[in-house]
């Protein structure tokens, strides 16, 4: 196959042409199923005749992807895939487009970044450009510009939505003095910065321009922790998890600028969302409003709750303990727990039990609980407050619908500030709902003190959001995981205890904490997971397995794994302010390899995260909400649940701040215990907190030492790894290909071996 342009030195020209082909050639341009494509429809480039070889010189695996069958003439030989994307004009010409492995899908669309590439080079003043994707879950568009004179981002944002779609909009635009080349004269894409490497310089900031621009900075940089943001500064680059977007949504919200979370991880920068708030239609979401009442169906987690019957259902809560200032009145906290009571509908829930439970929306209006210590000894304060907290978290009655206590602790004029303690049955309330339920108080304290009135529209309801849920369990997309699923609960082994032990209360149990030290959890956060396009998650879960896998001495870890439950998969529903409970809990099995490198094994455990459909939804669905007896057994001995940040709960508010007394416990000691451990990561005091909780009745303390201090140790190196890689490393799913392939086969194709890649081999 023979094509060929003839070069003019004295055009620019805006795309590569290739050429018109040869008579007597054989050239081909095919879509994914090896289909003719018709004149102005990209396609892969294939070439044939008798110049094309048989094949790769002693690699058969290789030869036999890359020369194919003749797919249109029988006997016709074989076929060439050059894996370059091409379009034929109605001139005749072809033009590269990139590469067909450079194609990813962003927002349900197929995008080639080479298209873009095309068309930002005819903006004037641009002088080279080359446009790549960055991924984790969501692709993004990475647009690295050489200009001739100034780089202005705006000129060149303007310049590309005149004439291509959003979903074809770059995410970053990065200046470069000139593009790195391989020794071939080839784009060195490898060598290419990563937006991290770029974003929250000093020198790269540029101020906001306008009203809504400076209050989605302002929002970001509390939630964030820093002391300024950029408009152009990336999101998650700064430490933005998918927990912080739901936070700045939800704030955004309040503020007036409607948005959604995919919106947070379509544009990643204070100027791209700048444009959506503007552009978003909020008339379609369905959001019940007023004071609800009549029945709510139960949840997935809420059916696991109600699995364990027992006479301590009503013990079973989530609390917080806050510093209170002086100047908040009793009349003022009235007020505001009335308010909260009316637009949080899941906290009047109250629960009937006949042949199964039931649940429904009550009346309760929000009583505010008074303890006068004022006039006690300081020192005797800690106790005293433990006490009126525990006797407070053992009072309420899910059967009566009292799921909240609010309790005002007024404490010696010589003590700085009162005390708030509020206790809510978790059956009502998770960790994303207490950021929610803290910001709410906080803003309408403000509006107290500042005489203004509250006009705020609810987010969907819990009632919306199961109802859509239910609605969602009975499509094919999950129905089709239920194979998915019990493959991966039939594998499951227990793990091994020093004392042999059943039906243990939570009066046996006792934590092991660890701590990351400052310095590697902003790594953690902000940096290392650019290299591999991880989340924090995926290097915690990795060596949780790592350190699983070691002292079981199996190579197959089975991990109960708690997410938010908050994913943005059902249409129409905004639950960024809806306090309830809705945690996805799901079961997840890594094969841990041995005797690999860090980046293997990160690939490793990255990929086979990538490969859990739905983010673990579908299992809940399928066994509370279709009843699907195959997924009843048993599936994990150890919980794993990420928190995220808690500095930015009550960091910013006027009236509050966390309390350091013990509040009690937040379940009843003689609940029985499920899991044989609980892990939990907490980011606080700006230091990630390890938190295992296990029964003295069936671990020896210093087993359980031994394996925090492993985790740590485990997940030191990984940062530690990450931090000192050089150049960025990508897995199947970065090009949505994750169970197409393998990371190992992915690296044979680009030629990437563990010596040129990795620092060395680990044991553990």
């Given at each position: 196959?023979?094509?060929?342009?003839r070069?003019?030195?004295?055009i620019?020209?805006?795309?590569i042409?290739i050429?018109?082909?040869?008579?007597?050639?054989e050239?081909?341009?095919?879509?994914?199923?090896q289909q003719?494509c018709?004149?102005g429809v990209s396609?892969?480039?294939l070439i044939?005749?008798?110049?094309?070889?048989p094949g790769?010189?002693?690699?058969?695996?290789?030869?036999?992807?890359?020369?194919i069958?003749?797919?249109?003439?029988r006997?016709g030989?074989r076929?060439y895939?050059?894996?370059?994307?091409?379009?034929r004009?109605?001139s005749?010409?072809?033009i590269?487009l990139g590469?067909v492995d450079d194609?990813?899908?962003?927002?349900g669309?197929r995008?080639?970044?080479?298209?873009v590439?095309?068309v930002?080079?005819?903006c004037e003043g641009?002088h080279q450009?080359?446009?790549?994707?960055?991924?984790?879950d969501?692709?993004r568009?990475?647009?690295?510009?050489?200009?001739?004179?100034?780089f202005?981002?705006?000129?060149l944002q303007?310049?590309?939505?005149?004439r291509?779609?959003?979903?074809?909009?770059?995410s970053?635009?990065?200046p470069?003095?000139s593009?790195?080349?391989?020794?071939n004269?080839?784009?060195?894409?490898r060598s290419?910065?990563?937006?991290a490497?770029?974003?929250?310089k000093?020198?790269?900031?540029v101020?906001p321009?306008n009203?809504?621009?400076?209050?989605?900075?302002?929002?970001w940089?509390?939630?964030?922790n820093?002391e300024?943001?950029g408009?152009?500064d990336n999101?998650?680059?700064?430490?933005g998890d998918s927990?912080?977007?739901i936070q700045a949504?939800?704030?955004?919200?309040?503020?007036?600028?409607h948005l959604?979370?995919?919106?947070?991880f379509?544009?990643?920068?204070?100027?791209?969302?700048?444009d959506?708030?503007r552009?978003?239609n909020i008339?379609?979401?369905?959001a019940?409003?007023?004071?609800?009442t009549?029945?709510c169906?139960?949840?997935p987690i809420?059916?696991?709750?109600?699995e364990?019957?027992n006479?301590?259902?009503s013990y079973?809560?989530q609390s917080?303990l806050?510093?209170l200032g002086?100047?908040?009145t009793?009349?003022e906290?009235?007020?505001?727990?009335h308010?909260i009571?009316?637009?949080?509908?899941?906290?009047?829930f109250v629960?009937?039990?006949?042949?199964?439970?039931?649940?429904l929306?009550g009346n309760?209006?929000?009583k505010l609980e008074?303890v006068?210590?004022?006039v006690?000894?300081m020192?005797?304060l800690?106790?005293l407050?433990?006490?009126?907290?525990?006797?407070?978290q053992?009072?309420?009655d899910?059967?009566?619908?009292?799921l909240v206590?609010?309790v005002?602790i007024?404490?010696?004029?010589?003590?700085?500030?009162?005390?708030?303690?509020?206790a809510?049955h978790?059956?009502?309330?998770?960790g994303v709902?207490?950021?929610?339920?803290i910001?709410?108080?906080q803003?309408?304290l403000?509006?107290?003190k500042?005489?203004?009135?509250?006009?705020?529209?609810?987010t969907s309801?819990y009632?919306?959001w199961i109802n859509?849920l239910?609605?969602f369990?009975?499509?094919e997309r999950?129905?089709s995981?239920?194979?998915y699923?019990e493959n991966v609960?039939?594998?499951f082994?227990p793990l091994p205890?020093d004392?042999?032990?059943?039906g243990?209360?939570?009066?046996?149990l006792t934590t092991?904490e660890?701590?990351?030290?400052?310095?590697?959890?902003a790594a953690?956060?902000?940096?290392?997971?650019q290299v591999?396009?991880?989340?924090?998650?995926?290097?915690?879960?990795?060596a949780l397995?790592?350190t699983?896998?070691?002292?079981?001495?199996?190579?197959?870890?089975?991990?109960?794994l708690?997410?938010?439950g908050?994913e943005?998969i059902?249409?129409?529903?905004?639950?960024t302010?809806?306090?309830?409970?809705?945690?996805?809990?799901f079961?997840?099995?890594?094969?841990i390899?041995r005797?690999v490198?860090?980046?293997?094994?990160?690939k490793?455990?990255k990929?086979?995260?990538?490969s859990i459909p739905?983010?673990g939804?579908?299992y809940g669905?399928?066994?509370?909400?279709?009843n699907?007896?195959?997924?009843r057994n048993?599936?994990?001995?150890?919980?794993?649940?990420?928190?995220?940040?808690?500095?930015?709960?009550v960091?910013?508010s006027?009236?509050?701040?966390?309390a350091?007394?013990y509040s009690?416990?937040?379940?009843?000691?003689?609940?029985?215990?499920r899991?044989?451990?609980?892990?939990k990561?907490?980011?606080?005091?700006?230091?990630?907190k390890?938190?295992?909780?296990?029964?003295?009745?069936?671990?020896?303390?210093?087993t359980?030492?031994?394996l925090?201090?492993?985790?740590?140790a485990?997940l030191?190196?990984?940062?530690?790894h990450?931090?000192?890689?050089?150049q960025?490393?990508?897995?199947p799913?970065?090009?949505?290909?994750?169970g197409?392939?393998?990371?190992k086969?992915?690296d044979a194709l680009l030629?990437?071996t563990e010596s040129?890649?990795?620092?060395?081999?680990?044991?553990f």
């Amino acid at each position: 196959g023979k094509l060929l342009h003839r070069i003019q030195r004295d055009i620019k020209y805006d795309i590569i042409p290739i050429g018109r082909i040869f008579s007597a050639s054989e050239v081909y341009i095919v879509n994914a199923q090896q289909q003719l494509c018709p004149p102005g429809v990209s396609g892969e480039l294939l070439i044939g005749g008798a110049g094309v070889s048989p094949g790769y010189l002693h690699q058969p695996e290789l030869s036999a992807t890359k020369f194919i069958t003749h797919p249109f003439i029988r006997d016709g030989g074989r076929l060439y895939r050059t894996g370059d994307l091409v379009r034929r004009l109605p001139s005749g010409e072809i033009i590269f487009l990139g590469r067909v492995d450079d194609q990813v899908k962003i927002r349900g669309y197929r995008v080639e970044p080479g298209e873009v590439s095309r068309v930002l080079s005819g903006c004037e003043g641009v002088h080279q450009c080359v446009v790549t994707t960055e991924s984790t879950d969501q692709p993004r568009l990475i647009a690295y510009v050489v200009m001739e004179g100034v780089f202005d981002q705006e000129v060149l944002q303007t310049y590309l939505k005149d004439r291509l779609p959003d979903y074809m909009q770059p995410s970053f635009y990065i200046p470069l003095p000139s593009l790195p080349l391989t020794s071939n004269g080839k784009i060195d894409r490898r060598s290419l910065p990563s937006p991290a490497t770029v974003a929250g310089k000093s020198d790269n900031y540029v101020a906001p321009r306008n009203e809504i621009e400076e209050q989605l900075a302002v929002i970001w940089a509390g939630l964030l922790n820093v002391e300024r943001v950029g408009i152009y500064d990336n999101f998650f680059e700064l430490g933005g998890d998918s927990i912080v977007v739901i936070q700045a949504v939800s704030r955004a919200k309040r503020k007036g600028l409607h948005l959604q979370v995919q919106d947070m991880f379509d544009y990643q920068t204070v100027a791209g969302l700048a444009d959506m708030v503007r552009q978003n239609n909020i008339s379609s979401l369905k959001a019940e409003q007023g004071l609800l009442t009549g029945n709510c169906e139960l949840s997935p987690i809420q059916h696991w709750f109600f699995e364990q019957e027992n006479s301590r259902l009503s013990y079973f809560n989530q609390s917080i303990l806050l510093q209170l200032g002086k100047d908040v009145t009793s009349d003022e906290l009235h007020i505001v727990f009335h308010e909260i009571l009316l637009k949080h509908d899941a906290l009047r829930f109250v629960y009937t039990k006949n042949a199964v439970w039931e649940q429904l929306y009550g009346n309760n209006e929000g009583k505010l609980e008074e303890v006068d210590l004022s006039v006690i000894e300081m020192e005797q304060l800690p106790g005293l407050i433990t006490e009126v907290c525990s006797r407070f978290q053992a009072s309420l009655d899910i059967e009566k619908g009292e799921l909240v206590r609010f309790v005002v602790i007024r404490t010696p004029g010589s003590d700085e500030d009162d005390r708030l303690f509020i206790a809510v049955h978790h059956l009502a309330i998770d960790g994303v709902s207490w950021r929610i339920l803290i910001d709410d108080m906080q803003n309408r304290l403000d509006y107290l003190k500042e005489n203004k009135d509250v006009v705020e529209l609810k987010t969907s309801s819990y009632r919306d959001w199961i109802n859509a849920l239910i609605a969602f369990s009975n499509t094919e997309r999950v129905t089709s995981q239920l194979t998915y699923w019990e493959n991966v609960l039939g594998a499951f082994r227990p793990l091994p205890v020093d004392i042999k032990r059943n039906g243990v209360l939570r009066k046996s149990l006792t934590t092991v904490e660890t701590a990351l030290d400052s310095e590697l959890t902003a790594a953690l956060l902000r940096e290392v997971n650019q290299v591999y396009n991880t989340e924090v998650n995926d290097l915690l879960l990795c060596a949780l397995g790592m350190t699983v896998a070691a002292w079981s001495g199996s190579d197959q870890v089975h991990i109960g794994l708690e997410s938010h439950g908050r994913e943005d998969i059902l249409p129409d529903i905004d639950i960024t302010g809806t306090v309830g409970w809705f945690t996805n809990k799901f079961p997840v099995r890594l094969d841990i390899e041995r005797h690999v490198s860090e980046g293997s094994l990160i690939k490793s455990v990255k990929e086979q995260l990538r490969s859990i459909p739905d983010k673990g939804i579908g299992y809940g669905c399928l066994r509370y909400l279709n009843n699907a007896t195959s997924l009843r057994n048993n599936s994990w001995d150890i919980v794993f649940n990420y928190l995220g940040q808690l500095d930015n709960v009550v960091k910013s508010s006027r009236w509050f701040k966390g309390a350091n007394e013990y509040s009690g416990d937040h379940i009843s000691p003689e609940y029985p215990v499920r899991d044989r451990f609980v892990v939990k990561g907490i980011v606080t005091g700006n230091t990630l907190k390890i938190y295992w909780t296990f029964s003295s009745e069936q671990y020896y303390s210093s087993t359980v030492e031994k394996l925090a201090a492993d985790y740590i140790a485990h997940l030191t190196a990984l940062i530690r790894h990450c931090s000192n890689k050089e150049q960025k490393a990508i897995t199947p799913s970065d090009f949505g290909l994750n169970g197409k392939i393998d990371y190992k086969e992915l690296d044979a194709l680009l030629g990437i071996t563990e010596s040129e890649d990795e620092d060395g081999i680990i044991k553990f």
